[in-house]
């Protein structure tokens, strides 16, 4: 992730990426917000890499709605239908973006 470019120590980065997914500040992360932010990273990706659209067969709405639902099935340990950070920190960690 982007997480790549931040300076500072792994909790720090995991915080950075918390950031951008928890759009309204609350403190959570919604599906809703995941699928937004997902939605602008797949959208870039395509727009740089028009091929990848192609390989994937989905619209870049369409992949950010399954990989936020996968995520979500994964990371949602509680099933409250949002991720709090220590949830976050867990599946970000676990999943290999630091």
Known sequence: GLTVFCSGSPDSK??????????NGDGYISLPEMQRYLRSVFS?????QPETQDIT????????R???SDAFAE?????????DF???KSWYTKSGQL
């Not at 995991?14 to 759009?23: E, W």
């Not at 067969?57 to 950010?64: I, K, N, P, R, T």
Request: hydrophobic fraction near 45%; avoid cysteine.
């Open 14 to 23: 995991v915080r950075s990426a918390f950031s951008l997914y928890d759009y």
């Open 44 to 48: 870039v990706m395509y727009q740089l």
């Open 57 to 64: 067969g989905v619209s870049a709405e369409e992949l950010a």
């Open 66 to 68: 399954i990989t936020a």
């Open 75 to 83: 990371a949602d340990l509680d099933h409250d239908g949002r991720l």
């Open 86 to 88: 220590d949830e976050f």
